[in-house]
């Protein structure tokens, strides 16, 4: 975990939602709840920075985050009981998890349109802890998306600021105490030479440009002898812009991709030497369809429900994924049967339409 950010409020009266916050959430596809979730929503299509909101009166004693105890259960927003191990990152009171964290909240502290006393949660999370937890459990969700894909930490302090900017137009409430936490952020520098930048371009661009698009984008830029020291900004730095190729793509995009010359290919026109065993596969298949057979393409994942369904009723040699994506892939496929039902399932259902 890179940042945290808890902070307290209690307001003098229930808020009524705003008509305006449900329709720029259902403009966004996303379904209206109460204020503080709706708010909590928005806010993350704003800043990118998912939150959450707790009920303060409903959190018992402090809260933690931890890794998950073996086999501790979890109650979600979406009425599901998730069982947890100990690789999944939790936040959790004094009793129990109250929040799968980056992933969804808790039932038993969530919010409603009678809350009056909140505590508001924003985090930057680990990326691979929160796809691997994800993943396992079946569930992504709008802050897991963005959490795999590695968040800014500057972005929580951003993302608190918002929320609050919405608690003083929308309520009259009061900031009872605040608590964060923030690991020092690693400096990235990328250093390219200029010729670098030509070739990969194609053509030709005048060290001024390289510097003032980079410096439009905010990034910090010193050149010496034709060749650049670049800083990453820390919105960019994560996992984003690593590589000299990364300021490169930069510049090639601000520069104008219309602007930059199309030169073909130099290569050699040799011929190549026939592969037998692709032009023996590429027969059979020609042969075979001349037949009136076809081919059918499927997953080599099955599950046991269908393994079960075409007779195969002893597991004991099935092949379990560690890490499934879905429940229709959960086992090594054992026998090809099963998909091609699924096939001619899928086919027959969609016959019409051709």
């Not at 349109?113 to 949660?121: K, Y």
Request: a negative charge; aromatic letters at 8%; one cysteine or more.
């Amino acid at each position: 975990m890179q940042a945290f950010v808890l902070q307290e409020y209690k307001l003098d009266t229930p808020v009524v939602n705003p008509s305006l916050i449900p329709i720029l959430l259902h403009r966004l596809d996303e379904r209206s709840n109460n204020f503080f979730a709706d708010v909590s929503n928005l806010v993350m299509y704003e800043t990118a920075a998912p939150m959450h909101v707790y009920d303060a009166e409903k959190v018992v004693g402090n809260l933690s985050i931890r890794m998950a105890y073996e086999g501790e259960t979890f109650e979600a927003l979406n009425d599901k009981t998730y069982t947890l191990k100990t690789t999944d990152l939790v936040i959790a009171d004094d009793i129990g998890v109250v929040c799968l964290a980056g992933i969804i909240g808790g039932k038993r502290t969530a919010t409603h349109s009678s809350t009056t006393h909140i505590l508001v949660e924003a985090g930057c999370f680990d990326a691979t802890v929160i796809r691997f937890t994800s993943a396992r459990i079946g569930l992504r969700t709008a802050a897991s998306m963005r959490f795999e894909k590695s968040q800014n930490p500057l972005g929580c302090q951003r993302a608190m600021l918002r929320f609050e900017d919405y608690l003083i137009e929308y309520s009259t409430s009061q900031k009872i105490s605040q608590a964060s936490f923030q690991c020092e952020i690693p400096t990235v520098q990328i250093e390219l030479a200029h010729h670098y930048i030509e070739s990969c371009l194609g053509t030709t661009i005048a060290k001024e440009s390289v510097i003032a698009i980079l410096q439009k984008l905010a990034f910090e830029v010193c050149e010496s002898d034709n060749l650049y020291t670049v800083q990453v900004p820390a919105h960019r730095a994560t996992k984003d812009v690593s590589i000299p190729a990364d300021i490169v793509e930069e510049i090639a995009r601000m520069y104008g991709y219309e602007n930059i010359p199309s030169t073909p290919i130099i290569r050699s026109n040799d011929i190549v030497q026939e592969n037998k065993r692709i032009s023996l596969i590429r027969s059979l298949r020609l042969f075979l369809a001349s037949q009136n057979l076809l081919e059918c393409y499927n997953y080599s994942f099955s599950n046991q429900k269908d393994n079960e369904y075409v007779g195969i009723t002893d597991h004991a040699n099935s092949i379990a994924l560690i890490n499934s994506t879905n429940e229709d892939h959960t086992h090594m496929r054992r026998h090809m049967l099963p998909w091609m039902l699924h096939t001619i399932n899928d086919n027959t259902r969609r016959a019409l339409t051709f």
